[in-house]
C-alpha cells in the first residue's frame, strides 16, 4: 500500500524578542508552503470555455491603453503655491508643496 503525502501551508508561531525595549515578546505567525504534490496538480478542474473567455477578457482590459498614457502628463516633480483666505479681514495662509508622482503596476 502506497501513501500519498500532500503538504499544505502551515501555521507556525514565532516568540522573537522585542527589538524596541530589550524586554517581553512579540508573537506572529508564519505561513509555511512545501508546494503542491503532482497528484494535486493533476486533479485540478480544468477552467471551462466560459471562464477561459472571461480571463481573456479581464487580460484585455488590464492592458495599458489611451487613458491611462494620458495620465503620463503628471508623471515627474511637482512644486506647489497656495494661497488662502479664511476671513477678508485677515492676511492670507500661503503654504508650498513639492511632491514626486510615478506610474506603478507597468504604467496602468
Keep these: 500500500m502506497r501513501a500519498l503525502l500532500v503538504q499544505r501551508p ?23 508552503s512545501f508546494g503542491a504534490s503532482a497528484a ?16 481573456a477578457a479581464y487580460q484585455r482590459m488590464a492592458e495599458v491603453r489611451q487613458e491611462h498614457r494620458q495620465l503620463d502628463y503628471f508623471v515627474g516633480d511637482w512644486t506647489s ?3 488662502m483666505w479664511m476671513d477678508s479681514k485677515t492676511p492670507p495662509q500661503k503654504s508650498a ?10 504604467g496602468r
Design 10 to 32: 502551515t501555521p507556525v508561531a514565532l516568540t522573537l524578542p522585542s527589538p524596541a525595549s530589550g524586554r517581553g515578546e512579540r508573537r506572529g505567525a508564519l505561513a509555511l
Design 40 to 55: 494535486d496538480k493533476a486533479s485540478a478542474p480544468q477552467p471551462t470555455k466560459e471562464q477561459q473567455e472571461m480571463m
Design 81 to 83: 503655491s497656495t494661497t
Design 97 to 106: 508643496g513639492k511632491v514626486h508622482t510615478q506610474a506603478i503596476f507597468g
